[in-house]
């Protein structure tokens, strides 16, 4: 079986939440310190100059601290489950179905913008979405299309919520599958690139199944 999307491609991040999570979750957290810090102190003993002044440094060294410890952790842990996720790990992912030759670990958005994290298969018959087993049993049934040949394939701006325009993005692009009874959105970095395979996939399928092969 192979998987479509080499598996540096998921390092990737496409709302730069890397590059800016050290100081936003910094600043958060030094900015709480302080004020906890500032509050504790206020009224004691000693000058209300030294209470700021003990305060403020309690919140930079705190930040810088929390800044650098929290998305090493965060990193670390995400790409682990990655990993598994990618090596298709069965205690993570269901086992593949007969017949689908090519893997996309992706996920599929859903109502309200939820996605569902999975694998989209893809073999001669179709499509088919298998989400990871730890998804909601309200959220885990399979989605399959068929047959391959009625597929369509492109991409689309697709809004970001609100809560994640902080990031710099309101929209990002997100591979549709349309078929005659309905249509599925798929997020993956580099959406455009990874259409592009999956295209050419389906085309080879569709010719191989055309000339009998």
């Known amino acids: 079986m192979e998987t479509l999307a080499p598996r540096d ?3 990737d991040d496409e709302l730069g939440m890397t590059r800016k999570l050290p100081l936003a979750s910094g600043i958060f957290f030094g900015g709480w ?3 906890f810090t500032l509050a504790d102190a206020w009224g004691g003993e000693g000058t209300a100059g030294g209470a700021v002044l003990h305060a403020l440094l309690v919140g930079v060294f705190s930040g810088a601290l929390f800044g650098w410890m929290f998305p090493w952790l965060i990193g670390g842990m995400a790409r682990r489950a990655m990993n598994r996720w990618y090596a298709g790990d069965p205690a993570v992912v269901a086992p593949p179905a007969d017949g689908y030759p090519y ?3 992706c996920g599929m958005l859903g109502a309200s913008n939820r996605v569902v994290s999975g694998v989209l298969n893809l073999g001669p018959r179709g499509l088919r979405f298998d989400p990871l087993l730890r998804t909601p049993p309200a959220l885990r049934e399979s989605l399959i299309v068929e047959p391959l040949r009625d597929v369509q394939l492109d991409l689309v701006q697709t809004p970001v919520p609100r809560w994640l325009w902080m990031w710099g993005r309101r ?7 349309r078929w005659p009874g309905g249509e599925a959105l798929f997020g993956i970095p580099d959406a455009a690139g990874v259409l592009a395979t999956l295209q050419n996939r389906v085309r080879a399928l569709n010719d191989a199944s055309a000339s009998g092969g």
Do not use: N
């Open 171 to 177: 929209t990002l692009p997100r591979i549709r599958v």
């Open 33 to 35: 310190m302080g004020l």
């Open 103 to 105: 893997r996309l670990p």
């Open 9 to 11: 491609l998921y390092d």
